[in-house]
C-alpha cells in the first residue's frame, strides 16, 4: 500500500521503517530538514535497537522515502499521524497543537478515500473533534485512530509483532471500511495471530493512556512498598516475588527502584488527570497524582541514600553515576531519573562522573555542568561511591572484585536491585538497594 507517515520523531521513524519492511510503499514526512536528512541517508537520530538495519535497508530498496514537504504524502491511501503531543508549560495538559497543524496540513493534500490514521497519544475526544474538523474540509476522507504500544528498546519489533492491534473508528458498527483498510497494512500482523480490536475513537483513545496508567500504578505500588520494607526490615524483592506469583497480580513491573521516566508515562499520566478534570470527573484519578508523586520521590530517596553512604558529606567526593538514560536499550534522557539523580547529586557539592552506552550526547546537550566519560571503567577510577541508576546489562555484569581495585571508596548504591548483594558485600563493598535490608 501507498502510505505516508507525518511525523518523523521517535514513533514516525520507526513507524515508517517498519512498514517499509513489511513491503509498503512510504513516505515520511518532517518539517525539521536535518532530521529528514539523516533518515535519507539511513541513519535514525537516536539509538534504537534494530531500527537502523530495517532503516537502510527500507531506503536502500526504494521502499522508503522522506521529505520535507507535505505534498508529497497526497498520494497515499494511509496517512499516519505520528507527531509528538508534548506536556503543555505551566500546566498537566497535553500539547496538540503539532497534532492539530498536521491535519490542518494534510487536509488540503487527501485524495479520495484517503484515511487519516492518528497514532499519537492523545486526551480522549481529540479524535472526535478532528473528525469533524477534517469533514468539513476533506469529506471525501475519513479518520481512524490506531494507539501506539511501543516500548524504548523494543519498538522495532513492538511494530512488526505487536501484541494487539487496536482501531478506533467512526462507526465500530458500520460498513468496516476504515478496519479493512488498517486490515490489509497490517495483514502480517494479524495472520501471525495479532489480536485485533476495533472499537470507537474514545475507547481506542482510552487504551493507551490507560495501559501507561496502570503500568506506572504498578511501578509505584511497589516503590509505596519499598519505603515500608525500608523502615520494618523487610525485602521488597521478596516481597515483589510473592505477591508476583498472583496470577492476578503478576511479576512484571514489580521492580522497585529509581521509578519511572521517560517520554511518555509520566506526561501521560499527568495529561490523563488534566483531561478527567476538564471531563468534571478529577476525583476518578485522583490516585494519579500519588502515583507521580511517589516517583518522584524515589529519586530523592536514591540521594538520601548516597549522602549516608558518604556519611553525610558528600562535597567534594568523587561519585560516579552508571547510566544517564531512563531506562536500559535507549539514548532518551527525556525526564529521566537517572540524569535527575545525578544533577541533584552535583547540586550538593558532588564531583559526579556518568557513564552510559549511548545517552552520553544526549545527557550533555541538557547538563553540560556534568563530567561525562565514555568508559565505565574511567568512571570507577577514584570513586568514593558508585550509584547504578540504570540497569544496562555491562553494568549488573560488573564484578565486584575487580571493580573494587579502581574505587577509593568500597560503596555502591544499586538504585534498581540489580546485583548480587552477597557477592558485592563478600568483595568487601557497603552495598544498599532500594527497599531492601
Request: proline letters at 4%; aromatic letters at 6%; hydrophobic letters at 50%.
Amino acid at each position: 500500500m501507498r502510505i505516508s507517515v507525518i511525523g518523523c520523531g521517535y514513533l514516525g521513524a520507526v513507524h515508517a521503517s517498519a512498514m517499509a519492511e513489511l513491503g509498503h510503499e512510504v513516505v515520511g514526512v518532517d518539517i525539521d530538514a536535518a532530521k529528514v536528512a539523516e533518515l535519507a541517508a539511513g541513519r535514525p537520530p537516536f539509538f534504537e535497537p534494530g531500527l537502523a538495519e530495517i532503516l537502510t535497508s527500507a531506503t536502500a530498496s526504494g521502499r522508503l522515502r522522506f521529505s520535507t514537504d507535505i505534498a508529497d504524502a497526497a498520494d497515499a491511501e494511509v496517512h499516519f499521524v505520528a507527531v509528538g503531543t508534548p506536556q503543555s508549560a505551566g500546566t498537566n495538559a497535553a500539547d496538540l497543537s503539532y497534532v492539530d497543524a498536521a491535519f490542518a496540513a494534510l487536509a488540503p493534500h487527501l485524495a479520495d478515500g484517503a484515511l487519516v490514521v492518528g497514532k499519537s497519544t492523545v486526551p480522549v475526544g481529540t479524535a472526535s473533534r478532528l473528525a469533524e474538523l477534517l469533514a468539513a474540509v476533506a469529506p471525501q476522507a475519513e479518520v481512524a485512530w490506531n494507539p501506539e504500544f511501543l516500548r524504548e528498546g523494543f519498538a522495532v519489533r513492538d511494530t512488526l509483532e505487536p501484541d494487539r492491534l487496536v482501531y478506533g473508528v467512526r462507526d465500530p458498527g458500520g460498513d468496516g471500511r476504515a478496519a479493512s483498510v488498517l486490515d490489509r497494512v497490517y495483514r502480517a500482523a494479524i495472520e501471525a495471530g495479532a489480536p485485533r480490536i476495533v472499537t470507537d475513537y474514545a475507547t481506542a483513545e482510552l487504551v493507551k493512556v490507560a495501559a501507561n496508567a496502570f503500568l506506572a500504578t504498578k511501578i509505584s505500588f511497589i516503590n509505596a512498598m519499598a519505603e515500608i520494607a525500608d523502615v520494618t526490615g523487610a525485602d521488597v524483592t521478596a516481597l515483589a516475588d510473592a505477591i508476583g506469583h498472583d496470577a492476578r497480580i503478576g511479576r512484571r513491573f514489580l521492580n522497585a527502584g529509581v521509578g519511572f521516566g521517560g517520554g511518555c508515562l509520566p506526561k501521560d499520566i499527568r495529561a490523563f488527570t488534566a483531561r478527567a478534570e476538564e471531563l468534571g470527573r478529577g476525583e476518578s484519578l485522583a490516585f494519579l497524582r500519588e502515583v507521580d508523586a511517589i516517583n518522584l520521590r524515589q529519586r530523592q530517596r536514591v540521594v538520601d541514600l548516597a549522602v549516608a553512604a558518604l556519611g553525610g558529606q558528600v562535597h567534594r567526593k568523587r561519585i560516579a553515576v552508571l547510566g544517564v538514560t531512563f531506562k536500559p536499550e535507549s539514548d532518551d534522557v527525556r525526564d529521566s531519573p537517572a540524569l535527575d539523580v545525578a544533577v541533584q547529586l552535583k547540586g550538593l557539592g558532588a564531583d559526579v562522573v556518568a557513564t552510559d552506552p549511548e545517552g552520553i550526547e544526549n545527557a550533555r546537550a541538557r547538563h553540560p555542568q556534568l563530567d561525562y566519560v565514555s568508559s565505565t571503567r574511567e568512571a570507577l577510577r577514584g570513586a568514593d561511591l558508585v550509584v547504578l541508576v540504570t540497569e544496562w546489562r555491562e553494568y549488573r555484569a560488573l564484578d565486584p572484585v575487580d571493580s573494587a581495585r579502581l574505587v577509593a571508596g568500597r560503596r555502591i548504591i544499586d538504585a534498581r536491585n540489580v546485583l548480587d548483594a552477597a557477592a558485592w558485600r563478600a568483595a568487601g563493598w557497603e552495598l544498599r538497594g532500594i527497599g531492601r535490608p
